[in-house]
């Protein structure tokens, strides 16, 4: 089994581009809940610790919510500027052992299926602030795109992109909630379910819905969104009896794949209508 050969600790974030840039295979490392976790897997041979690197700031100005990468899913969690919507999926990480040392930049660059935070901010169009070893200068992009691009592209900028910040638009009006499953409460997440909307009266707009944990990625869901836009909350059997044939999941030691389209049509039913009731994702947590 491969292990760890050489550490490299730069002290800045020139010094961590520059290490990439030497060293291709080189891995960042921040939290190392993912890359150092013990389950017997390779690890990699060199890495560069970027822990004191990149911010963790959590602020909000101007309607917007900037998270630093560097975040622990415990300070996202304890931030009174989180929503309550990221605040859920925050928490939903584990165990405060896991949360203590997990990052947003790490959770979000080993796009996970499991992913705790990718289906919220997702669903919330949130942006990332990006830099790679070929391009310093920072870059904004939408975090769906830039998934996209990762993983389609083996280009060398978007393998070696380091994420520096996460901005969620807090627009008024828009409402959001992410529900997840798992098999006990200190266990990662096997389904996960995120939905964003706003109401015109009592008509859907704007509905955006991404779900992990039915297939390699965690992604939106065009054909389930099209289902509520422009229409009135339907009741939750009618949610569940609309979304499950658009249900295609991969069964796996975890579950089966006729679970997961029962209990993700749940998910989807139990998202929806929690958002209706929870806080404006403009509004902080009390």
Sequence with gaps: ?????????????????????????????????????????????VVIDIGDCLPRDIVRKDGILGIGACATFQEIAESKETPACIFEAAISMVNRNTRNRATLGGNLCGDKSCSSMLPILIALEAEVEVVSPSSPKPRLIGLESWLQLRAESAEFAYASDLILRVYVSLKEGRHAAYRRWNRVSCDLSILGAAAAY?????????????????????????????????????????????????????????????????????????????????????????
């Design 1 to 45: 089994m491969t292990k760890v050969q050489r550490f490299a600790n730069p002290s800045c974030l020139a010094e961590a581009l520059a290490a990439k840039r030497a060293d291709p295979s080189a891995s960042y490392l921040a939290g190392g809940t993912l890359l150092l976790a013990g389950d017997g897997r390779d690890k990699p041979a």
């Design 198 to 286: 706003e109401f015109e009266g009592e008509i859907f707009r704007n509905v955006r819905l991404a779900l992990g944990g039915f297939g390699p990625k965690a992604r939106r869901f065009p054909a389930i969104e099209s289902l509520f836009e422009g229409k009135p909350l339907l009741a939750r059997e009618a949610i569940e009896e609309a979304v499950s044939p658009l249900l295609d999941p991969i069964g796996d030691l975890r579950a089966s794949a006729a679970f997961k389209r029962l209990r993700g049509a749940q998910l989807v039913a139990d998202a929806l209508g929690d958002a209706f009731a929870m806080p404006e994702i403009s509004e902080a947590r009390a």
